[in-house]
């Protein structure tokens, strides 16, 4: 199957099977299409199957996109958000993925109390300690979570993690079961639910869901290899 609907119900029928295997109802998994680089025109096909998830990497892509789409559209940014575009995607994403310091937290939080809005937020992890890599380090992240509760207008809903490419799979499942523990240790401390877990891509997402991803985000496996797609068009 190489159209868009097909690798669409193909990625539906993997999730399913996925879940099915950990024990788990697949309706309690979110697919969330990244449409990153691909055109409106495009995304509208995989909106014509009936799907109406959406998530964007960039900026500018987000502020181009929602308007040409239908309203019906739910979108999350799940790229690296800077300060200064803050106000941009709040009004456009009703869930952010990489909110990866406190600092970017604050921002969120005021300008949401601005634009009198209460966005969802994931805190994105940094489980493997990678050099130069976004996200909270876990050590910190454990020393301010307190104080990232204390702010009023973002609602914390889960983790967000972007694990190290690796050739062993064994390594990527260790950072997504790193993640769930973590999860369950802040909801612990916290006494609140802290359900969500964003966490697999297309090159792992089965993985992630056996790990308990509650958020998938998929990409190539749903709109294909934009290359290819481009030479076949």
Not at 24 to 51: F, M, Q, Y
Not at 179 to 191: N, T
Not at 201 to 213: F, K, L, P, R
Not at 216 to 223: A, K, M, Q, T, Y
Request: hydrophobic residues 40%.
């Amino acid at each position: 199957m190489s159209t868009i609907s097909g690798l669409y119900e193909s990625v539906k029928e993997r999730i399913a099977c996925a879940a099915q295997k950990a024990g788990r109802d697949p309706g309690n998994i979110e697919l969330i299409a990244v449409s990153k680089t691909w055109p409106a025109e495009t995304v509208a096909e995989l909106i014509e199957c009936g799907h109406d998830l959406l998530g964007e990497n960039r900026v500018q892509e987000l502020v181009t996109k929602v308007p040409m789409l239908p309203a019906r559209v739910r979108w999350h940014f799940i790229g690296h958000l800077q300060q200064n575009k803050v106000r941009k995607v709040l009004p456009l994403a009703e869930t952010i993925h990489s909110v990866d310091s406190s600092e970017i937290a604050r921002r969120i939080d005021l300008i949401a109390a601005d634009l009198g809005l209460f966005p969802k937020v994931y805190l994105q992890v940094n489980t493997a300690g990678e050099a130069g890599k976004f996200g909270f380090p876990v050590d910190t992240i454990r020393a301010e979570f307190d104080s990232l509760l204390e702010l009023e207008r973002i609602e914390i809903i889960g983790l967000m993690l972007i694990p190290p490419l690796a050739s062993d799979p064994s390594l990527t499942r260790r950072e997504f079961s790193s993640l769930r523990k973590l999860r369950d240790e802040l909801a612990a401390h916290s006494g609140l639910p802290l359900t969500g877990l964003s966490m697999g891509m297309s090159n792992d997402y089965e993985m992630a869901i056996e790990e308990g991803a509650t958020a998938v985000r998929v990409g190539s496996s749903i709109f294909g290899n934009r290359k290819a797609r481009k030479v076949k068009e």
